[in-house]
């Protein structure tokens, strides 16, 4: 990280239906604050390589673990994981910073809940970057009409089984997880050290189970799509072109959702992009929350 561990600052910070969140800030308090929310199965250490950099550039950068996962709260219904519960728990913490909107950068089911967080509050998001992410109705329509992201998805319905995929994901220490993690992107992007990270994280009580029911509230408390599928704020994508989970034709058909929308493809990467291109990444988001959509 440009700036040090010892500088973060870890708080636990009220979210939605009374729940509370893990919070890692960096950067200046009264810089323009600057979201950014993990996928599966990372934590708020997921952005170590974003972190340091975008705080030395002067934001307030707030990385949450989001509802379920590591050091936040976890409820126990499936219910309480659909997307716009996840949603308000992001809209809740951006109301705590005093500011009346900030920058959202997601990767993953991170991006997933910057998509929606800007459709049901596009007031509260001044503008936001979505890596490797579909926009939710985009992804929706391309899943029922397309096989191959059909099969891509395929581990989104083996996770709806109960109890047996959290028994399968703790064998050997987290071996599936770690060598998922791995097996799907370049070699150097997650090291022993990083992987050992994640390990603790996951072995919180019941994380793993608040983890999946990401994935089971998808399928069965999905929200009814928003009058307004259009997205109006500033938005950039920065795509992984060989990511192994989704079908890059979404980035375009996502940037097609946006009013004022910018894709920027990384051939070289997959679906980690933020890992195994750090510098050009942060590049690329230093330069968006500074200019806007028009940046390059």
Request: aromatic letters at 10%.
């Amino acid at each position: 990280m440009g700036s040090t561990e010892h500088s973060l600052r870890h708080a636990k910070v009220p979210a939605a239906d009374g729940i509370q969140l893990h919070v890692v800030e960096a950067g200046p308090a009264d810089g323009r604050p600057v979201f950014l929310l993990h996928g599966f199965p990372e934590f708020w250490y997921g952005w170590r390589h974003q972190i340091g950099p975008l705080a030395d550039s002067g934001f307030r950068v707030l990385a949450p673990d989001q509802r379920g996962y590591a050091d936040s709260d976890r409820p126990a219904p499936v219910s309480a994981y659909n997307l716009d519960a996840l949603a308000a728990d992001i809209a809740a913490l951006i109301r705590s910073t005093g500011r009346p909107n900030a920058a959202v950068v997601g990767h993953d089911w991170g991006g997933i809940v910057g998509w929606w967080l800007a459709l049901r509050h596009p007031e509260l998001v001044e503008r936001l970057a979505v890596l490797n992410a579909p926009h939710p109705i985009a992804f929706r329509r391309h899943l029922r009409t397309s096989p191959g992201q059909m099969l891509r998805s395929w581990y989104m319905f083996a996770l709806q089984i109960p109890w047996l995929p959290e028994a399968d994901l703790r064998r050997r220490n987290w071996r599936g997880l770690a060598e998922g993690l791995r097996s799907t992107s370049r070699a150097g992007a997650f090291n022993d050290e990083d992987l050992d990270r994640y390990r603790r994280a996951w072995s919180q009580p019941g994380a793993i189970t608040g983890m999946i029911h990401w994935y089971r509230a998808a399928m069965r408390h999905a929200p009814a799509a928003p009058a307004e599928i259009r997205v109006s704020v500033p938005t950039l994508v920065i795509w992984g072109a060989r990511d192994r989970f989704i079908d890059r034709r979404l980035a375009a058909k996502s940037v097609d959702l946006c009013d004022r929308g910018r894709l920027e493809m990384i051939e070289e990467a997959t679906h980690w992009v933020q890992h195994e291109e750090p510098a050009r990444v942060n590049r690329l988001l230093i330069d968006f929350l500074r200019n806007g959509a028009a940046a390059g």
